[in-house]
């Protein structure tokens, strides 16, 4: 009988499983966290795709800043948990509500109301969902506000460490 010595052995697809000498099955986490790096004018009572500019991480080359989207690649479909947060510079209007897309559709909303349009606050609207994404899916993040007027959201220079922290869309694997 023969005996096959390895540290590691690898898919032959170039999968996102491995197993290694510990005899543990391994996998990279799948994540991907994009963010603009410049304000954008959001016009009053018209939801607008978020711009992205920057990633701050990427796991499996998943960032498609050109499109301001995350594509899911292959052989990487499961179920995600999704985030997406916008920061608005100086403003607050009545009602504020976040959407992430997938493939053009809507997948989750959120809103929420602060009764009348006014400054002096900095408010950080939010969304937080569970989906099952596939291969070549798309997932984009929008923002819709009633001010009154067009606003600008809010954005650190990419120079500053929590740029990242402002306005941002990221996704993580959790499950096959």
């Known amino acids: 009988m023969s005996k096959l010595y390895v ?3 690898e898919p032959k697809t ?4 491995k197993i290694t000498s510990s005899k543990h099955i391994s996998g990279k986490v799948v994540h991907c966290w994009i963010h603009p790096t410049s304000s954008q004018t959001i016009s009053n009572n018209t939801a607008t795709f978020i711009d992205f500019h920057a990633t701050h991480k990427d796991t499996h080359n998943m960032a498609d800043i050109s499109n301001n989207a995350i594509v899911i690649g292959d052989d990487l479909g499961g179920y995600y948990h999704i985030r997406g ?3 608005n510079s100086n403003w607050s209007a009545p009602r504020h509500s976040i959407q992430i897309f997938v493939n053009g559709t809507i997948e989750a909303y959120q809103e929420d109301s602060n009764g009348s349009a006014h400054t002096g606050e900095y408010p950080h609207t939010a969304i937080d969902t569970m989906l099952y994404l596939e291969a ?3 997932v984009k993040l929008k923002l819709y ?3 009154g007027s067009s606003k600008p ?4 220079t990419e ?3 929590e740029s990242h922290l402002q306005s941002y869309l990221w996704l993580y694997r959790i499950g096959d």
Do not use: I, M, P, W
Request: proline share 0%.
């Open 145 to 147: 506000h009633n001010f």
């Open 153 to 156: 959201t809010y954005a650190l």
């Open 7 to 9: 540290d590691e052995l």
């Open 136 to 138: 070549g899916d798309v």
């Open 14 to 17: 170039g999968g996102n499983k």
């Open 85 to 87: 947060a916008v920061r």
């Open 159 to 161: 120079s500053n460490a």
